[in-house]
């Protein structure tokens, strides 16, 4: 331990620094020690703020993402309109609810869950193509999520922009369809089924009906999301 004078501990003191002859060895410098602990202390709080399972927000962010996707499987399961070899529900109103308060990351991930609980639970078990039957859903979590990270920062969200609310909810809609088509597509080839009828026949009413129900989503999202903001239930 070295022994310091009143005046190299003022100096010290006021400049946070060593000395020239105590710069070989910073181990047994005050200020560096403090310097160093104080560089560990923000390292760690940097992890456990960051941490994926460690923060309290986080955990909460898995606690949205398993509710969501519940109400996602729900809605799928016991609302649903059958027009020939469509199925019509509303399960995207969890997704584009957690992407206007989450984000792209929990809206696409709450998509992605929900998803696969309902492939399992649909009969359909777990084949070669099951995630790539993921992939539609997360689209738009990902496409409505992005739009609303955008608008964050601002003092208009994207809930409080009704005509662009409405605009990318729509996109969103257009953009899960064509990745749906891709993916029946995908499947018929595997599993040897193709054709163009089959694949591509009501392309065009799936794009129509794909529309019609994000509107009606959006129509409900929308002021839902604005008045869980209000309470505070939002990332900021």
Known sequence: MCQWTARAVRSAGKTGSCFSDERVNRSVCPASRCRMKESSSMRLTAVMDGGIFMSKFNTKALCRIAMLAALYVLLNNTIAIKAGN???TFASLPVVLSALLFGPVESALTALLGEFINQLIGGYGITATTALWLIPPAVRGVVVGIAALAFRPTDRPLERRPVLGYA???LAALCTTISNTAVIAADAWIYGYYSRA???????????SGMLIAVIVATVALPMAGLLRRQGLARA
Do not use: A
């Open 86 to 88: 469509l199925r019509i």
């Open 168 to 170: 990318v909810c729509v």
């Open 198 to 208: 089959y694949v591509f026949g009501e392309l065009l009413y799936r794009l129509g």
